[in-house]
């Protein structure tokens, strides 16, 4: 009994290290996986149902559906945990959320002759774009800028919340500066958020001089605004890699 134990404790290894990238560096699964995941995008460069692509996402959904299976069994050895716990806490993690949720357009009905049935199919049709959500498993740059962006959560909602703060000041300062071009509020916040970014559609504008000169320096903050989330992500990532470095 124990040396059955054993081998399959061995089998669930080996298994393991096939399926989970990084393991043992690519290897042919990897290499099927991301081919698979670019496959399945196809159906979304055509507005109609094609039949033959019908057909091949349901063969996707299945390898997805085989792959999600496997990763479940084994998820006690990602997790370093033990198996009743990792099979309970697996599910609800967030790459396996992303699968399971990748896995619903390939079941859901082709056809329908309730209209209001096709519309909400097209509508779930949208999340097949998380299969390219999986990506980041056979991708080592994927892996780390998700670990970057992981690292530096806190500085990046920081300066996300400062630009919040600094488009809704701008909104404030020119619909009351400005009475003709804006109708209202909601005008303003649209304007400055274009502005901040240095985008600036020009479908709106200020035409006083107080105006103008509030647009002016948004402009110019915005490009520190901007640079600011640059510079958080570029020092994460240097120390990611550096990180890296050191432990081969």
């Given at each position: 009994?124990?040396?059955?134990?054993?081998?399959?404790?061995?089998?669930?290894?080996?298994?393991?290290?096939?399926?989970?990238?990084?393991?043992?560096?690519?290897n042919c699964y990897d290499c099927f996986m991301l081919t698979v995941i670019l496959v399945s995008l196809l159906p979304l460069f055509f507005?109609?149902?094609?039949?033959?692509?019908?057909?091949?996402?349901?063969?996707?959904?299945?390898?997805?559906?085989?792959?999600?299976?496997?990763?479940?069994?084994?998820?006690?050895?990602?997790?370093?945990?033990?198996?009743?716990?990792?099979?309970?806490?697996?599910?609800?993690?967030?790459?396996?959320?992303?699968?399971?949720?990748?896995?619903?357009?390939?079941?859901?009905?082709?056809?329908?002759?309730?209209?209001?049935?096709?519309?909400?199919?097209?509508?779930?049709?949208?999340?097949?774009?998380?299969?390219?959500?999986?990506?980041?498993?056979?991708?080592?740059?994927?892996?780390?800028?998700?670990?970057?962006?992981?690292?530096?959560?806190?500085?990046?909602?920081?300066?996300?919340?400062?630009?919040?703060v600094y488009i809704f000041l701008c909104a404030v300062l020119i619909f009351n500066l400005e009475p003709a071009p804006f109708a209202d509020?909601?005008?303003?916040?649209?304007?400055?958020?274009?502005?901040?970014?240095?985008?600036?559609?020009?479908?709106?504008?200020?035409?006083?001089?107080?105006?103008?000169?509030?647009?002016?320096?948004?402009?110019?903050?915005?490009?520190?605004?901007?640079?600011l989330p640059a510079g958080v992500i570029t020092a994460g990532y240097l120390k990611v890699r550096n990180e890296r470095d050191e432990k081969?």
């Amino acid at each position: 009994m124990r040396e059955k134990n054993i081998q399959r404790k061995n089998r669930r290894k080996k298994l393991y290290e096939l399926i989970e990238p990084g393991q043992n560096g690519w290897n042919c699964y990897d290499c099927f996986m991301l081919t698979v995941i670019l496959v399945s995008l196809l159906p979304l460069f055509f507005k109609g149902f094609v039949p033959a692509l019908q057909k091949v996402d349901r063969v996707i959904g299945f390898i997805f559906l085989t792959d999600y299976l496997l990763r479940f069994l084994t998820s006690d050895l990602k997790q370093n945990r033990p198996l009743f716990s990792a099979l309970l806490h697996y599910p609800f993690t967030p790459m396996a959320i992303a699968d399971l949720l990748s896995l619903l357009p390939s079941f859901l009905p082709s056809s329908s002759s309730a209209f209001r049935v096709l519309r909400l199919f097209r509508l779930i049709r949208v999340l097949t774009l998380l299969r390219l959500v999986r990506l980041g498993r056979y991708i080592p740059g994927f892996r780390i800028i998700s670990e970057v962006l992981r690292t530096q959560a806190v500085p990046l909602l920081s300066v996300f919340a400062m630009t919040c703060v600094y488009i809704f000041l701008c909104a404030v300062l020119i619909f009351n500066l400005e009475p003709a071009p804006f109708a209202d509020f909601w005008d303003a916040l649209y304007w400055a958020a274009i502005s901040v970014t240095s985008v600036g559609y020009g479908d709106i504008c200020p035409v006083t001089a107080a105006g103008k000169t509030v647009a002016a320096l948004s402009s110019i903050i915005g490009i520190a605004v901007i640079a600011l989330p640059a510079g958080v992500i570029t020092a994460g990532y240097l120390k990611v890699r550096n990180e890296r470095d050191e432990k081969k």
